[in-house]
């Protein structure tokens, strides 16, 4: 009953969204082509907050989903996953979300400045990876291009007697500014501000630009 009950404390905020949620994904999750779009557009404003229009294609994963806002014209393409936890996650306006990226809060340790926000007219490309647990703010304009990774926690490895999981995580937030685009590969870790402007072609461990 525990193992269930952790289950379903981590896929929705309560057990009648949770009802709520899984009843929408399972019978117009699927529903392919604009109809299903159409359709997801419409009836999706009972889960999640949206600001006008926007896009939502067949076999989008969502998780806590009364924690999700998408601001007018955001698209998100096919097996995108978005886990939003307390805090959240907000898309700007016009950003699109491409195939296989994943948007994770993961906060279950109830970190204060836990959250990703990502602004307008911006483009996260396939199989990118945000985690958000220490925070992640990313500005207007911001390309990553496929397989980056926008990681906002560490593990502690200050004790080599001790298992690394007992040892707990520091989570200090990720702050990309406007104009920014992130290569393919391009692995932003915590603590990390990268300047407007600036493009970020490899891991990045400390702040970059202005």
Not at 125 to 132: C, H, N
Not at 201 to 210: M, S
Request: net charge neutral; hydrophobic share 40%.
């Amino acid at each position: 009953m525990d193992r269930l009950r952790l289950y379903l404390n981590r896929q929705a905020s309560s057990l009648g969204r949770y009802i709520l949620e899984q009843t929408l994904y399972l019978f117009l999750g699927w529903i392919p082509t604009i109809v299903g779009i159409g359709i997801r557009g419409i009836c999706y404003r009972l889960i999640m907050q949206m600001d006008g229009w926007a896009a939502i294609e067949n076999g989008v994963r969502l998780r806590f989903a009364n924690y999700i806002k998408l601001g007018y014209g955001v698209y998100l393409d096919q097996r995108t996953y978005l886990h939003a936890c307390p805090n959240g996650i907000k898309i700007g306006a016009n950003t699109i979300v491409m195939h296989g990226a994943v948007l994770h809060v993961y906060n279950f340790r109830n970190l204060p400045h836990a959250g990703i926000k990502i602004g307008e007219d911006g483009l996260i490309g396939e199989y990118t990876v945000i985690r958000g647990q220490g925070g992640v703010q990313i500005g207007d304009r911001v390309y990553t291009s496929p397989f980056t990774q926008i990681i906002a926690v560490n593990h502690v490895f200050d004790d080599p007697e001790l298992p690394f999981v007992e040892q707990g995580i520091t989570a200090e937030g990720i702050l990309i500014e406007d104009d920014v685009w992130l290569g393919s590969g391009a692995i932003v870790t915590d603590g990390v501000r990268v300047g407007s402007g600036v493009p970020l072609l490899q891991e990045r461990r400390g702040a970059a630009g202005g």
